[in-house]
């Protein structure tokens, strides 16, 4: 938006009906190569060919008489990198050029064709009794997947591919939202994207190094691992970021077993991510280990006390880290990492402080949260959401509103840490106080909602997910798709509904269904294995597709399989969960079963 001349040319070529133009963006340095060739027959046909530092040009002329007809086929390739030489480029675009010409028209759709049928037959989520959600789903995986399946070293952007909105950049979205989705659909783009975040290193090390820390901090926002947040207050303290990243790695390690990612790029951001929890946090005189002057996820708090979803995702961090090094020692002197530098991450994750409200029964979502002033959701009018655009942020970092899951986010993705009943208490809790400012949010309530029980409510905020860019909710989907949110599609249903979680005990389930899904099926990777999963109201299917052997737990019961076997096991959900409410306005649109999912016109 703010440049005028982006890219500068570097050099230009043409022969017969060939042209190549390579340039390179003027600030970041990367190169870009673009090459068209041309197959034309008929009658007395002419060709020329020019180029110029901006432009390439063929010219065809030929006089046909009635009848006759000249027939031109198009070829063009593109290329880019921020380490290759010109001739490099130019031979890699030449070369697509060959091969294209070669495969023809059908060859390139049948190899498209070819590699979309092995995505969905691994990535397809099947919903019956509910149409929308459907075509949402898959929509959802298509778009994640043209975002992601050729990044080639690159971040995955949080419009992927769809718009302009936020210049292109990679938030903890991409890590915490998208990954997870991608690890059981596409695994081979998850190792890509958190190699991304591995060539990312020196820059996160050199970050964390500036704030006066050990490790790696990594950015908030970014496009090649520098820091570009400049506008959002407090930004800087947004550590969770390398709480996702880790997550994401060990999720990833958890699907695909121990082989090479894990003792290499999933070692080194471990330990680098639990180097930043050990020095950013310390011992109080109780010796409880502490993190303060942190912003959680919920940007309607800012520098805050032992951020609950922060100290426990970095108290998982730091015993993922003890795991993996103990598990490869001898890479401990190429990364400096010593027993006493182990035993102190071992140390800080045993005594890591979980804050806890006694008199009100529930989890703060930080130190003192909970004795702040309630917002005056009743007295906000309609049209001041969202709140960040209409009061100071002075205003809401002090009183109790959360403008996106927080706590419930903590209990979704650490859910062992809480008893069912802690759950139940602070989902009605948080849901009273959560405005939903963010697109983030409501995958997220929508599985914490399934697994306390309140399926009605779950499925109204899947609804809200699904239909976000569809329906152009937020009416900014012209800026792109809201990629996170995408992915929150999949999550609702997949670990919302079919209750699945990576623990560090394996894959579990807690099938259920709402009123208005009357059968759900997804695929979903563990241990190196591939399993698909169908739920209908009364039994749950489990079918071991590729894999010698794999053991999942089902409502806490063991099951396992055998290459190509099935088990059917009784679907019993939980049981009914508490009666919760929205702030004033901001309850989610009700999904009527039997309606394909529409909301009613009284809605």
């Not at 994207?193 to 190094?209: F, I, K, N, V």
């Not at 010593?338 to 008199?359: F, I, K, L, N, S």
Request: with cysteine; aromatic share 8%.
């Amino acid at each position: 938006a703010v440049l005028a001349e982006p890219l500068v040319a570097e050099e230009h070529f043409d022969h017969e009906a060939l042209v190549q133009l390579t340039h390179t963006t003027a600030e970041s340095g990367l190169r870009i190569a673009v090459a068209m060739d041309h197959e034309v027959t008929g009658p007395g046909v002419h060709v020329e060919v020019e180029s110029y530092p901006d432009q390439g040009r063929v010219t065809i002329t030929s006089e046909l008489a009635r009848g006759e007809r000249v027939r031109m086929v198009k070829f063009v390739s593109h290329a880019w990198s921020a380490r290759r030489t010109p001739p490099a480029m130019r031979d890699q675009v030449a070369g697509e050029l060959t091969l294209a010409r070669e495969s023809g028209w059908d060859g390139l759709v049948s190899e498209q064709r070819a590699y979309l049928d092995r995505f969905w037959a691994h990535a397809d989520v099947t919903v019956d009794g509910d149409p929308e959600v459907q075509q949402a789903v898959r929509f959802a995986l298509f778009h994640i997947l043209q975002a992601s399946a050729r990044a080639e070293g690159t971040a995955i952007a949080s419009k992927g591919l769809t718009g302009r909105g936020y210049d292109g950049h990679a938030f903890w979205d991409t890590e915490m939202f998208v990954l997870p989705v991608l690890t059981s659909v596409l695994p081979q783009a998850v190792a890509d994207a958190l190699g991304w975040r591995h060539s990312t290193l020196p820059r996160a090390r050199e970050r964390a190094r500036q704030l006066g820390f050990a490790g790696a901090a990594f950015p908030w926002r970014t496009i090649t691992g520098k820091e570009c947040s400049g506008y959002w207050p407090a930004g800087a303290a947004a550590f969770h970021v390398n709480a996702a990243i880790a997550r994401a790695a060990i999720g990833y390690i958890r699907a695909n077993g121990n082989g090479e990612f894990e003792r290499t790029v999933g070692l080194d951001l471990l330990v680098e991510t639990a180097r930043l929890w050990r020095s950013l946090g310390y011992f109080d005189e109780r010796g409880t280990f502490r993190i303060d002057g942190v912003t959680g996820p919920d940007e309607y708090s800012a520098l805050v006390r032992n951020d609950l979803y922060t100290n426990l995702m970095a108290r998982e961090n730091l015993d993922a880290a003890v795991a993996v090094v103990e598990r490869h020692r001898y890479r401990m002197p190429d990364l400096g990492v010593t027993d006493e530098e182990v035993g102190g991450w071992r140390t800080a994750a045993a005594r890591m402080y979980v804050p806890y409200d006694e008199r009100r029964g529930v989890h703060p979502q930080s130190s003192g949260f909970t004795d702040r002033q309630v917002w005056d959701f009743v007295g906000t009018p309609p049209e001041h959401y969202p709140l960040l655009l209409h009061y100071p942020y002075f205003d809401l970092y002090r009183k109790q509103v959360v403008k996106q899951a927080d706590v419930v986010l903590a209990m979704q993705w650490v859910p062992d840490e809480f008893t069912e009943e802690q759950r139940a208490r602070n989902f009605a809790y948080y849901e009273r106080l959560t405005v939903r400012d963010s697109s983030l949010s409501a995958c997220s309530q929508a599985v914490v909602a399934a697994d306390v029980g309140a399926l009605d409510l779950a499925y109204d905020y899947l609804g809200e997910t699904a239909l976000i860019d569809l329906y152009d909710l937020e009416h900014n989907t012209s800026d792109g798709l809201h990629l996170a949110s995408l992915a929150g599609i999949w999550i609702a249903l997949v670990q919302g509904f079919g209750g699945a979680r990576r623990r560090r005990t394996g894959l579990t389930f807690r099938p259920t269904l709402p009123r208005g899904i009357e059968r759900l099926a997804f695929g979903v990777a563990a241990a190196g294995c591939r399993l698909r999963v169908q739920i209908e109201p009364t039994e749950t299917r489990y079918h071991l597709v590729v894999g010698d052997e794999l053991t999942v737990h089902h409502d806490g019961e063991p099951v396992t399989l055998h290459g190509n076997e099935v088990r059917v096991m009784p679907t019993v959900g939980p049981p009914a969960g508490p009666v919760v409410t929205q702030p004033a306005g901001r309850a989610p649109v009700r999904r009527r079963p039997g309606t394909g999912g529409r909301p009613s016109p009284a809605d």
